[in-house]
């Protein structure tokens, strides 16, 4: 998914730090690497790494950068491994001038326009699809010598989903694609305009949410002045992704107007009564499943108790790259407080079911416990399609609801019952229907071909 961060500063303050805060703030959109780019209207500096915000810059990196142009990027990977040349900004210096860009999303065709490049003669040093985004750009600002025109050239060309902050010279630009899969809003304030992928990361900085960026606009910052365009073909419809609702943003951040932690209370109750279920106690898995277990238990009145304790020093467990770290991140992560679940019906609450592995861990902890039984019940619906804008979902074979019915998920994740959100749920949950489902329903806003073949290929060598 990815964060992405930016500053424009027109009174040429160094705004660095405050990258750097917006950044630690966005720490939950990707944990897997870091960078920030800053420039003066002629050069770029940046400096990224591998781990978290605080990891990768001390006082020292901090100290090394200065401009009033600056954006920062953290990393979680779709496209491309875990590696330091993955990591972003991507920068790049050429006789035209210099850019940098952040992107958060993932490119269906990215495959495709590689290849293309590197049949005209751009070479990589990433694998990552921002790249392909920064190397067709070079390529239409070497034919148009116009950023704004370059980019409207560019996006014709991606397919796919893409937030991005672009450096140019003494220039900001910020896009938000066509169909407006990830979010982006803009702040301001004492002439300083902030970008951000969540609106969390304005509050940090203490800095007033202006708007969203829209679906299929372009906002380019010089000066004193902010224009806006509209992407050549932007959408009648946008599509934003529904998990940013469910699971990835912070509760705190608005998107599109839409506070998120009005939505996962909303879910709780919708849960509640579309399915109610006889139980002494409603827990949720922590953190994620916490404001769907409030809004649950307010709707019914079963007493609400977090007999999961959770190690605040430890990550995301879904956002790790890897089946065996997710594995080993559960039993650092999780205990179950013994004297509230022994002997009781327990209504366990999360957001969504996955692989299912995480889930089978967590409930079968609970009920060596001593639980009499375990509800599980979901923050969404079943998610039975992979995810290509942006999401590492596995294949559909992977999908533990793409080919079982509730009673064999039960089984296989050793709960006594499941039940998920309904898909009208969750769009009554959110109050707005212009949403990607297609994880939910297989019915993708663009067209996926080029990933579906690849997914059937990865199914055919295992």
Do not use: W
Not at 34 to 63: C, D, H, M, R, W
Not at 232 to 247: D, G, L, Q, R
Not at 365 to 382: N, R, W
């Amino acid at each position: 998914m990815c964060g992405i961060f930016g500053i424009y500063s027109p009174t040429k303050n160094n705004i660095v730090k405050k990258v750097y805060y917006g950044l630690y703030a966005l720490q939950h959109r990707g944990q897997e690497g870091a960078g920030i780019a800053v420039g003066n209207g002629k050069n770029i500096g940046s400096y990224k790494g591998v781990g978290l915000v605080p990891e990768v810059f001390t006082n020292k990196e901090l100290q090394n950068l200065y401009g009033h142009i600056g954006i920062g990027h953290v990393r979680y990977s779709t496209t491309g491994g875990n590696n330091i040349d993955n990591c972003q900004p991507f920068v790049v210096n050429s006789s035209f001038g210099n850019f940098a860009i952040s992107h958060n999303g993932d490119i269906v065709n990215s495959a495709l326009l590689r290849e293309e490049l590197e049949k005209n003669g751009h070479i990589f040093i990433s694998t990552t699809d921002s790249e392909v985004i920064a190397q067709l750009l070079v390529r239409e600002l070497l034919k148009t010598d116009d950023i704004v025109q370059a980019m409207k050239n560019v996006s014709e060309k991606l397919n796919g989903a893409y937030s991005m902050l672009i450096v140019y010279n003494d220039m900001m630009i910020a896009v938000r694609d066509p169909k407006g899969f990830k979010p982006l809003c803009m702040g301001m304030k004492n002439g300083e305009i902030y970008f951000s992928s969540e609106s969390c990361a304005l509050d940090i900085v203490d800095v007033p949410l202006e708007r969203d960026i829209k679906a299929g606009e372009m906002i380019v910052v010089k000066g004193n002045k902010v224009k806006s365009y509209d992407l050549p073909n932007k959408a009648e419809k946008s599509s934003t992704c529904m998990f940013e609702y469910v699971y990835f943003a912070r509760p705190d951040s608005t998107i599109d107007g839409i506070s998120v932690h009005e939505v996962r209370r909303n879910i709780g109750k919708i849960l509640a009564k579309e399915n109610n279920t006889d139980a002494d106690v409603v827990s949720p898995v922590p953190d994620s499943g916490i404001l769907f277990s409030q809004g649950y238990t307010e709707e019914v009145g079963i007493p609400y108790k977090e007999v999961l304790i959770k190690n605040r020093y430890i990550g995301r467990t879904f956002i790790l790259p890897t089946q065996e770290e997710r594995d080993l991140a559960v039993r650092l992560k999780l205990n179950p407080v013994k004297d509230m679940i022994k002997d009781k019906k327990i209504i366990l609450i999360d957001d969504s079911i996955v692989r299912g592995t995480t889930s089978k861990k967590i409930v079968t902890m609970v009920k060596k416990t001593g639980a009499k039984e375990i509800h599980f019940k979901i923050g969404s619906p079943k998610i039975v399609s992979p995810c290509f804008y942006g999401i590492d979902m596995a294949t559909k074979d992977e999908l533990i609801a793409s080919s079982r019915t509730d009673e064999e998920i039960a089984e296989s994740i050793n709960a006594d019952s499941i039940q998920y959100l309904s898909i009208k749920g969750l769009i009554e949950a959110i109050g707005r229907e212009d949403l990607c489902l297609a994880c939910l329903n297989g019915e993708y806003p663009t067209d996926v071909s080029c990933k579906l073949c690849n997914n059937n290929k990865k199914i055919k060598n295992k």
